[in-house]
Protein backbone atom coordinates (compact mmCIF):
# COMPACT_ATOMS: atom_id res chain seq x y z
CA UNK A 1 0.00 0.00 0.00
CA UNK A 2 1.61 3.49 -0.81
CA UNK A 3 1.04 5.66 1.95
CA UNK A 4 -0.13 9.25 2.05
CA UNK A 5 0.53 12.25 4.74
CA UNK A 6 -2.67 12.07 6.86
CA UNK A 7 -5.85 10.34 7.25
CA UNK A 8 -8.61 12.02 9.27
CA UNK A 9 -10.09 10.45 12.23
CA UNK A 10 -12.84 12.40 13.95
CA UNK A 11 -12.35 15.98 12.82
CA UNK A 12 -8.65 15.76 13.32
CA UNK A 13 -6.24 15.09 10.52
CA UNK A 14 -3.34 12.26 12.10
CA UNK A 15 -0.03 11.41 10.76
CA UNK A 16 -0.48 8.34 8.50
CA UNK A 17 1.55 5.91 11.08
CA UNK A 18 -0.07 7.68 14.31
CA UNK A 19 -3.38 6.65 12.79
CA UNK A 20 -4.19 4.22 15.58
CA UNK A 21 -7.06 2.68 17.75
CA UNK A 22 -6.73 1.02 21.01
CA UNK A 23 -6.94 -3.34 21.04
CA UNK A 24 -10.10 -3.11 22.56
CA UNK A 25 -12.12 -1.26 20.08
CA UNK A 26 -15.05 -2.72 19.77
CA UNK A 27 -15.58 -3.22 16.28
CA UNK A 28 -12.10 -4.97 16.57
CA UNK A 29 -13.47 -7.81 18.60
CA UNK A 30 -17.42 -7.72 17.50
CA UNK A 31 -17.26 -6.76 13.66
CA UNK A 32 -19.99 -4.11 13.92
CA UNK A 33 -19.07 -1.62 11.57
CA UNK A 34 -19.59 0.08 8.02
CA UNK A 35 -17.31 1.85 5.15
CA UNK A 36 -17.49 3.11 1.97
CA UNK A 37 -14.88 2.87 -1.47
CA UNK A 38 -14.92 5.54 -3.17
CA UNK A 39 -12.19 6.92 -6.04
CA UNK A 40 -11.10 10.29 -7.28
CA UNK A 41 -9.95 10.64 -10.89
CA UNK A 42 -7.57 13.13 -12.04
CA UNK A 43 -9.42 15.19 -14.82
CA UNK A 44 -8.29 18.49 -17.03
CA UNK A 45 -9.63 20.34 -13.96
CA UNK A 46 -7.68 18.61 -10.93
CA UNK A 47 -8.66 15.57 -8.74
CA UNK A 48 -12.36 14.63 -8.85
CA UNK A 49 -14.49 12.37 -6.65
CA UNK A 50 -16.84 10.28 -8.62
CA UNK A 51 -20.52 10.62 -7.12
CA UNK A 52 -19.44 11.45 -3.37
CA UNK A 53 -22.87 12.59 -2.78
CA UNK A 54 -24.28 8.88 -3.50
CA UNK A 55 -21.01 6.84 -1.30
CA UNK A 56 -21.65 9.23 1.58
CA UNK A 57 -25.38 8.08 1.71
CA UNK A 58 -24.83 5.01 1.24
CA UNK A 59 -22.19 4.71 4.41
CA UNK A 60 -24.93 6.41 6.82
CA UNK A 61 -27.42 4.62 5.43
CA UNK A 62 -24.90 1.34 6.24
CA UNK A 63 -24.71 2.47 9.75
CA UNK A 64 -28.73 2.76 9.95
CA UNK A 65 -28.46 -1.04 8.95
CA UNK A 66 -26.72 -1.78 11.91
CA UNK A 67 -27.75 0.42 14.61
CA UNK A 68 -25.40 2.37 14.55
CA UNK A 69 -25.87 6.19 15.12
CA UNK A 70 -22.97 8.03 13.51
CA UNK A 71 -20.89 11.20 14.92
CA UNK A 72 -20.64 13.48 11.18
CA UNK A 73 -23.20 14.52 9.34
CA UNK A 74 -23.23 13.98 5.61
CA UNK A 75 -22.23 17.57 4.72
CA UNK A 76 -19.42 17.02 7.21
CA UNK A 77 -18.07 13.67 6.17
CA UNK A 78 -18.53 15.54 2.32
CA UNK A 79 -15.69 18.15 3.27
CA UNK A 80 -13.93 15.37 5.51
CA UNK A 81 -13.30 13.52 2.33
CA UNK A 82 -12.47 16.55 0.12
CA UNK A 83 -10.24 18.24 2.69
CA UNK A 84 -7.86 14.90 3.30
CA UNK A 85 -7.69 14.70 -0.63
CA UNK A 86 -6.44 18.29 -0.65
CA UNK A 87 -4.03 18.09 2.82
CA UNK A 88 -2.97 14.89 1.05
CA UNK A 89 -1.50 16.53 -2.00
CA UNK A 90 -1.62 13.42 -4.31
CA UNK A 91 0.60 13.48 -7.45
CA UNK A 92 -2.09 13.97 -10.00
CA UNK A 93 -0.71 11.06 -12.24
CA UNK A 94 -3.08 8.04 -10.32
CA UNK A 95 -6.40 7.35 -9.23
CA UNK A 96 -6.86 7.98 -5.36
CA UNK A 97 -9.16 5.39 -3.49
CA UNK A 98 -10.79 6.64 -0.48
CA UNK A 99 -12.17 4.67 2.35
CA UNK A 100 -14.70 5.89 4.98
CA UNK A 101 -15.19 4.28 7.74
CA UNK A 102 -17.20 4.31 11.01
CA UNK A 103 -16.74 1.94 13.75
CA UNK A 104 -17.70 1.62 17.52
CA UNK A 105 -14.43 2.39 19.61
CA UNK A 106 -12.83 1.54 23.16
CA UNK A 107 -15.25 1.66 26.03
CA UNK A 108 -17.25 -0.75 26.44
CA UNK A 109 -17.01 -5.07 25.72
CA UNK A 110 -19.80 -7.16 24.84
CA UNK A 111 -22.30 -7.65 22.48
CA UNK A 112 -24.76 -5.25 23.22
CA UNK A 113 -22.57 -2.41 21.32
CA UNK A 114 -24.80 0.91 21.84
CA UNK A 115 -23.22 2.26 24.84
CA UNK A 116 -19.74 1.84 22.76
CA UNK A 117 -18.38 4.87 21.30
CA UNK A 118 -19.01 6.06 17.51
CA UNK A 119 -15.61 6.73 15.70
CA UNK A 120 -14.83 7.75 12.00
CA UNK A 121 -12.37 7.77 9.96
CA UNK A 122 -11.01 8.88 6.51
CA UNK A 123 -8.46 7.29 4.87
CA UNK A 124 -6.96 7.97 0.96
CA UNK A 125 -3.98 6.35 -1.03
CA UNK A 126 -2.90 6.28 -4.48
CA UNK A 127 -4.39 2.79 -5.76
CA UNK A 128 -4.64 1.49 -9.42
CA UNK A 129 -6.35 -1.17 -10.76
CA UNK A 130 -7.67 -3.42 -8.47
CA UNK A 131 -7.46 -6.64 -10.44
CA UNK A 132 -4.36 -5.19 -12.38
CA UNK A 133 -4.05 -3.20 -15.78
CA UNK A 134 -3.82 -6.25 -17.60
CA UNK A 135 -7.48 -7.79 -16.35
CA UNK A 136 -8.90 -4.41 -17.93
CA UNK A 137 -7.77 -5.30 -21.15
CA UNK A 138 -7.40 -9.00 -21.37
CA UNK A 139 -10.08 -10.01 -18.60
CA UNK A 140 -9.08 -12.65 -15.50
CA UNK A 141 -9.86 -16.07 -14.33
CA UNK A 142 -12.90 -16.56 -12.16
CA UNK A 143 -13.60 -19.34 -10.03
CA UNK A 144 -17.36 -20.22 -8.52
CA UNK A 145 -16.80 -20.40 -4.88
CA UNK A 146 -17.61 -23.05 -2.55
CA UNK A 147 -18.85 -20.00 -0.05
CA UNK A 148 -22.45 -19.34 -0.25
CA UNK A 149 -23.14 -15.35 -0.25
CA UNK A 150 -24.57 -14.33 3.30
CA UNK A 151 -28.30 -14.67 3.01
CA UNK A 152 -30.60 -12.61 4.23
CA UNK A 153 -31.76 -14.62 6.92
CA UNK A 154 -29.05 -14.05 8.58
CA UNK A 155 -27.18 -10.96 7.96
CA UNK A 156 -28.28 -7.37 6.27
CA UNK A 157 -26.35 -7.33 2.56
CA UNK A 158 -27.78 -3.61 1.72
CA UNK A 159 -25.57 -2.70 4.45
CA UNK A 160 -21.49 -1.95 3.27
CA UNK A 161 -20.59 -3.82 6.59
CA UNK A 162 -17.25 -4.87 8.35
CA UNK A 163 -18.52 -8.37 9.47
CA UNK A 164 -19.87 -9.30 5.88
CA UNK A 165 -16.62 -9.47 4.47
CA UNK A 166 -15.14 -12.70 6.18
CA UNK A 167 -17.56 -14.35 3.64
CA UNK A 168 -16.02 -12.36 1.21
CA UNK A 169 -12.22 -13.12 1.86
CA UNK A 170 -12.71 -16.83 2.34
CA UNK A 171 -13.98 -17.01 -1.41
CA UNK A 172 -11.29 -14.73 -2.33
CA UNK A 173 -8.48 -16.97 -0.40
CA UNK A 174 -10.14 -19.74 -1.99
CA UNK A 175 -10.56 -18.70 -6.07
CA UNK A 176 -6.55 -17.11 -5.41
CA UNK A 177 -5.02 -20.99 -3.41
CA UNK A 178 -6.72 -22.40 -6.63
CA UNK A 179 -4.73 -20.46 -9.12
CA UNK A 180 -7.89 -18.03 -10.22
CA UNK A 181 -7.82 -13.99 -10.06
CA UNK A 182 -11.73 -13.57 -8.37
CA UNK A 183 -14.07 -15.66 -6.64
CA UNK A 184 -17.83 -15.69 -7.98
CA UNK A 185 -20.35 -16.69 -5.44
CA UNK A 186 -24.16 -17.73 -5.41
CA UNK A 187 -26.68 -17.12 -2.92
CA UNK A 188 -28.71 -19.74 -1.09
CA UNK A 189 -30.87 -20.83 -3.79
CA UNK A 190 -27.94 -21.33 -6.03
CA UNK A 191 -28.81 -18.13 -8.38
CA UNK A 192 -25.95 -15.81 -8.82
CA UNK A 193 -24.77 -13.28 -6.38
CA UNK A 194 -21.54 -10.94 -7.00
CA UNK A 195 -17.99 -11.29 -7.06
CA UNK A 196 -16.03 -11.11 -3.48
CA UNK A 197 -16.39 -7.26 -3.85
CA UNK A 198 -17.80 -6.78 -7.08
CA UNK A 199 -21.14 -7.12 -8.98
CA UNK A 200 -21.28 -9.17 -12.59
CA UNK A 201 -23.05 -8.66 -15.63
CA UNK A 202 -23.13 -10.90 -18.65
CA UNK A 203 -24.20 -10.21 -22.54
CA UNK A 204 -26.15 -12.74 -24.02
CA UNK A 205 -27.20 -11.85 -28.06
CA UNK A 206 -26.98 -7.84 -27.34
CA UNK A 207 -28.73 -8.33 -24.14
CA UNK A 208 -26.80 -6.80 -20.96
CA UNK A 209 -27.73 -9.11 -17.90
CA UNK A 210 -27.28 -8.76 -13.94
CA UNK A 211 -28.53 -9.93 -11.22
CA UNK A 212 -30.63 -8.49 -8.70
CA UNK A 213 -30.32 -7.08 -5.56
CA UNK A 214 -31.58 -10.04 -3.34
CA UNK A 215 -28.88 -10.85 -1.71
CA UNK A 216 -25.90 -8.04 -2.03
CA UNK A 217 -25.00 -4.43 -2.05
CA UNK A 218 -27.08 -2.00 -3.99
CA UNK A 219 -23.90 -1.30 -6.03
CA UNK A 220 -22.68 2.56 -6.91
CA UNK A 221 -21.12 1.37 -10.02
CA UNK A 222 -23.72 -1.26 -11.25
CA UNK A 223 -26.21 1.47 -11.74
CA UNK A 224 -23.91 3.66 -13.70
CA UNK A 225 -23.20 1.43 -15.93
CA UNK A 226 -27.11 0.51 -16.61
CA UNK A 227 -27.12 4.09 -17.31
CA UNK A 228 -24.13 4.05 -19.81
CA UNK A 229 -25.91 0.58 -21.39
CA UNK A 230 -28.99 2.42 -21.53
CA UNK A 231 -27.78 5.70 -23.49
CA UNK A 232 -26.21 3.07 -25.85
CA UNK A 233 -29.42 1.96 -26.45
CA UNK A 234 -28.54 -1.78 -25.03
CA UNK A 235 -31.30 -3.59 -23.55
CA UNK A 236 -31.04 -4.48 -19.89
CA UNK A 237 -32.22 -6.80 -18.08
CA UNK A 238 -32.18 -7.83 -13.88
CA UNK A 239 -32.71 -10.93 -13.77
CA UNK A 240 -31.60 -13.78 -11.69
CA UNK A 241 -29.02 -15.74 -13.48
CA UNK A 242 -27.29 -19.02 -13.14
CA UNK A 243 -23.55 -20.27 -13.11
CA UNK A 244 -24.31 -22.40 -16.69
CA UNK A 245 -26.05 -19.52 -17.99
CA UNK A 246 -22.53 -17.67 -17.84
CA UNK A 247 -20.78 -20.59 -19.27
CA UNK A 248 -22.38 -20.02 -22.47
CA UNK A 249 -22.99 -15.95 -22.76
CA UNK A 250 -21.14 -13.98 -25.31
CA UNK A 251 -19.65 -11.77 -22.61
CA UNK A 252 -18.77 -10.97 -19.17
CA UNK A 253 -17.70 -8.45 -16.59
CA UNK A 254 -17.22 -7.26 -12.72
CA UNK A 255 -18.07 -3.31 -11.77
CA UNK A 256 -17.00 -2.31 -8.13
CA UNK A 257 -15.45 1.09 -7.32
CA UNK A 258 -12.06 -0.75 -7.28
CA UNK A 259 -12.70 -3.24 -9.62
CA UNK A 260 -13.99 -0.11 -12.11
CA UNK A 261 -15.23 -2.27 -15.43
CA UNK A 262 -13.10 -5.83 -15.59
CA UNK A 263 -13.59 -8.55 -18.19
CA UNK A 264 -14.18 -12.33 -17.31
CA UNK A 265 -12.36 -13.72 -19.62
CA UNK A 266 -13.02 -17.86 -18.22
CA UNK A 267 -15.29 -19.19 -15.23
CA UNK A 268 -14.28 -22.24 -13.94
CA UNK A 269 -12.21 -23.41 -16.77
CA UNK A 270 -15.04 -22.61 -18.99
CA UNK A 271 -14.09 -20.37 -21.28
CA UNK A 272 -16.75 -16.98 -21.93
CA UNK A 273 -17.39 -15.78 -25.85
CA UNK A 274 -14.14 -15.49 -27.47
CA UNK A 275 -11.85 -15.64 -24.24
CA UNK A 276 -10.57 -11.89 -24.04
CA UNK A 277 -12.96 -8.93 -23.70
CA UNK A 278 -15.65 -8.46 -25.52
CA UNK A 279 -16.90 -5.58 -28.08
CA UNK A 280 -20.02 -4.56 -25.45
CA UNK A 281 -17.78 -4.73 -22.49
CA UNK A 282 -14.89 -2.62 -24.51
CA UNK A 283 -17.65 -0.19 -25.37
CA UNK A 284 -19.14 0.18 -21.37
CA UNK A 285 -15.83 0.12 -20.10
CA UNK A 286 -14.42 2.80 -22.39
CA UNK A 287 -17.71 4.60 -21.99
CA UNK A 288 -17.12 4.24 -17.66
CA UNK A 289 -13.45 5.62 -17.74
CA UNK A 290 -15.01 8.81 -19.99
CA UNK A 291 -17.25 9.92 -17.39
CA UNK A 292 -15.32 9.51 -14.32
CA UNK A 293 -12.12 11.36 -15.64
CA UNK A 294 -13.67 13.85 -16.58
CA UNK A 295 -13.99 12.97 -20.52
CA UNK A 296 -17.80 13.15 -20.51
CA UNK A 297 -19.60 16.44 -20.06
CA UNK A 298 -23.12 15.21 -19.50
CA UNK A 299 -21.76 13.35 -16.84
CA UNK A 300 -19.97 16.04 -15.11
CA UNK A 301 -22.60 16.54 -12.57
CA UNK A 302 -21.45 13.17 -10.82
CA UNK A 303 -18.05 14.41 -9.85
CA UNK A 304 -16.91 16.45 -7.28
CA UNK A 305 -13.86 18.97 -7.48
CA UNK A 306 -11.29 18.77 -4.81
CA UNK A 307 -10.10 22.64 -5.93
Keep these: MDKAKYIWMDGEFKNWDDANVHILTHTLHYGNGVFEGTRAYPTKKGLAIFKLKEHTKRLLNSAKIVAIKPNCTQEQLEEAQLELLRKNEFSGNSSVYIRPLIYLGYGVMGLH ?9 VAAWEWGAYLGDEGLEKGIKVKTSSIVRNSVKSTFGKAKAVANYLNSQMAKFEALEAGYEEALMVDDSGFIAEGSGECIFIVRDGVLITPPHDNSLESITQATVMELAKDKG ?11 EIYICDEAFFTGTAAEVTPINSLDSRVIGN ?17 VYGRDEKYDHYLTYIN
Design 113 to 121: HTQAPVNTA
Design 234 to 244: LTIEQRNITRD
Design 275 to 291: GSRGEITKMLQEAYFDV
